[in-house]
């Protein structure tokens, strides 16, 4: 039986020779993230675009992602994810050009990359951040595509979900890892898998970013005392009345 990861790479794949092409925006000067975070003295959240997913279904479908990032950068978010994959999560590269343009910090490119036209496609639509995620890539494919957005002067996030990513992902030496809470395989959440990895690996060099099922200060509290420099937040925020509040509340001291 395949995964639902195996399904959207499936996807990804048929979708690669009908993206875009075009010149590059060579004169644009990409934000760093890593360095938003190394300056930063309170945790950094990293607010998400997310109106559906595969394991919630529709989270929030009539979100003007411009007036969501708006209200994020009003509550002190230090970066803004934009989920573009269209069919699994009913986002567009759209969405994420429109987010730039609205604010400054750094925007992350949140889709599935196999390929680095889906990297030159992200820095057309002004990405400062893209994500590579260890269970879709082999090493050989890791190893280039992050060379590859490093070339155009993009950061990456790397994200892994148990110890034997991290160990992968460890060997290219990242600047910023995000360990996934969510497994990809089950759906299951359980920000004890931050603690668990972050146990073992926090010394080992990168900045740790907690990603998926933070929805309290408790929840920011553990994860800022398990060694993650940042958060990475997507339904909380989706759903809340008042999200800039929210961001502030998850703002923990370092
Ligand atoms: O909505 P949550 O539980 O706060 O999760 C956000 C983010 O971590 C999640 O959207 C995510 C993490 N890694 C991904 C990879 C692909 C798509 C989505 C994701």
Do not use: W
Not at 26 to 51: F, G, H
Not at 207 to 228: K, N, W, Y
Request: hydrophobic share 40%; glycine share 8%.
């Amino acid at each position: 039986m395949g995964t639902i990861l195996d399904e959207i790479i499936t996807q990804k794949k048929a979708e690669l020779d009908s993206l875009p092409s075009g010149p590059l925006k060579a004169d644009r000067e990409p934000v760093s993230l890593a360095e938003m975070i190394k300056d930063s003295n309170t945790m950094a959240v990293i607010s998400e675009v997310k109106r559906a997913s595969p394991s919630k279904g529709d989270i929030n479908q009539s979100v003007n992602p411009a007036e969501q990032a708006a209200k994020y950068a009003g509550g002190g978010a230090d970066a803004i994810s934009v989920l573009t994959d269209q069919k699994f999560f009913s986002g567009t590269m759209e969405d994420l050009g429109q987010v730039k343009r609205t604010v400054d910090v750094p925007v992350l490119n949140k889709d599935f990359i196999i390929d680095t036209r889906q990297i030159d496609n992200a820095c057309r639509h002004g990405a400062d951040v893209i994500l590579l995620i260890v269970a879709a890539l082999d090493d050989a494919a890791l190893k280039a595509l992050c060379g590859h957005a490093e070339s155009l002067g993009l950061d990456v996030l790397v994200e892994v979900h148990d110890e034997a990513e991290m160990e992968r992902a460890l060997r290219i030496e990242p600047e910023i890892i995000g360990i996934n809470n969510r497994d990809l395989k089950t759906f299951t959440v359980d920000i004890a898998n931050t603690e668990k990895l972050l146990g073992k690996y926090r010394d080992s060099g990168p900045l740790f970013i907690a990603e998926s099922g933070i929805r309290t200060r408790e929840d920011a509290l553990r994860m800022q005392c398990a060694g993650a420099r940042g958060l990475l937040v997507g339904e909380t925020l989706m759903t809340a009345d008042d999200p800039a509040g929210k961001i502030e509340e998850l703002k923990v001291e370092l």
